[in-house]
């Protein structure tokens, strides 16, 4: 065997990758598939219908039932719970269990829920105790019951004054973590009657908008975006309020904070992007480079990722 099977271990499958250790009290049925150089720990039972990766880690406790895949480097914590059944009745069987997919990377803490039929996205935390109702996008942190995205797998999130200030004297262009994408000072003017902020498409704006539409009354736990353009630009400015921008070209990804309508974020395309945190009064201008196209749309992460590598 090109694996390690404790003593007090039961394999009944002979589809285990080399490298994997299976520990005690443990129990594999026949049909299940295993990667390599995975680690599964005392106390777990994996049925027969489940497909687990390479390097994956099931720590003590966790139960795979029919119908569940891990990809690859999946982290699942002790005593995490996954369900096949949305509707389980005793002696009474569906004719299919529902799917349950973790992608590649993700993490379950310790004691989470994961109803059946959910997708966890690649690179996704799901906190200890979270109790999982809906899909979870890549990259996402969800945390409670139901889960809810606090945050997203990124660098530190920060204020674009940190990099470009807002003091409104001058304009000003400056990068950020992912490369294309820009931070844009615009001119801002102050006196007692009020402020004013404004740009002229030929020398503030990086492109000649042929489009706008405004984003409001968003409900502060609502996330939206999440798609990358083909070949469309966008420049956002929050005019009220304020909103958290991530944006992510496949290999790096940062959070800004828009909350100064002198500030404006541009996203080029082949950048995944995704707005939430609005505050309850935000108010989001975008502009786009041209008319809307729903084949330039790429809501899929695999495919915006398969996209980069073409």
């Not at 539409?213 to 990358?228: D, L």
Request: proline share 5%; charged share 20%; aromatic share 8%.
């Amino acid at each position: 065997m090109g694996f390690f099977q404790h003593e007090k271990a039961i394999v009944e499958s002979h589809n285990i990758g080399n490298g994997t250790r299976i520990w005690a009290f443990a129990h594999i049925l026949p049909n299940a598939v295993i990667g390599d150089d995975c680690n599964i720990c005392d106390h777990v039972f994996v049925e027969n219908d489940v497909v687990i990766g390479n390097r994956v880690t099931i720590k003590c406790g966790v139960q795979i039932w029919d119908g569940i895949t891990l990809g690859d480097d999946v982290f699942v914590g002790p005593n995490a719970t996954f369900t096949n059944d949305l509707f389980p009745r005793s002696k009474q069987y569906p004719e299919e269990f529902s799917r349950t997919v973790v992608r590649k990377g993700a993490s379950i803490g310790a004691n989470a829920t994961i109803l059946a039929g959910i997708v966890i996205g690649m690179n996704a935390m799901v906190g200890a105790g979270a109790v999982v109702t809906k899909d979870v996008p890549p990259n996402a942190i969800v945390v409670g019951n139901p889960a809810r995205i606090t945050g997203y797998v990124t660098s530190r999130g920060r204020m674009p004054s940190e990099t470009i200030g807002t003091d409104g004297t001058t304009s000003g262009v400056a990068a950020v973590k992912v490369p294309g994408v820009s931070l844009h000072r615009l001119p801002l003017v102050n006196d007692l009657r009020g402020s004013l902020s404004f740009g002229e498409y030929d020398k503030h704006l990086p492109f000649s908008p042929k489009r706008y539409f405004i984003v409001y009354n968003v409900p502060s736990t609502e996330v939206r975006g999440e798609h990358a353009h083909r070949h469309l630009h966008q420049f956002l400015v929050c005019v009220k309020g304020s909103c958290s921008v991530v944006v992510d070209d496949g290999r790096n990804s940062e959070e800004l904070r828009l909350d100064n309508p002198s500030i404006g974020l541009h996203i080029p395309p082949l950048v995944w992007a995704i707005q939430y945190k609005y505050s309850s009064d935000a108010l989001l201008l975008v502009l786009a480079s041209d008319v809307y196209q729903a084949d330039d749309y790429i809501r899929d992460y695999d495919e915006f990722l398969r996209t980069l590598e073409n």
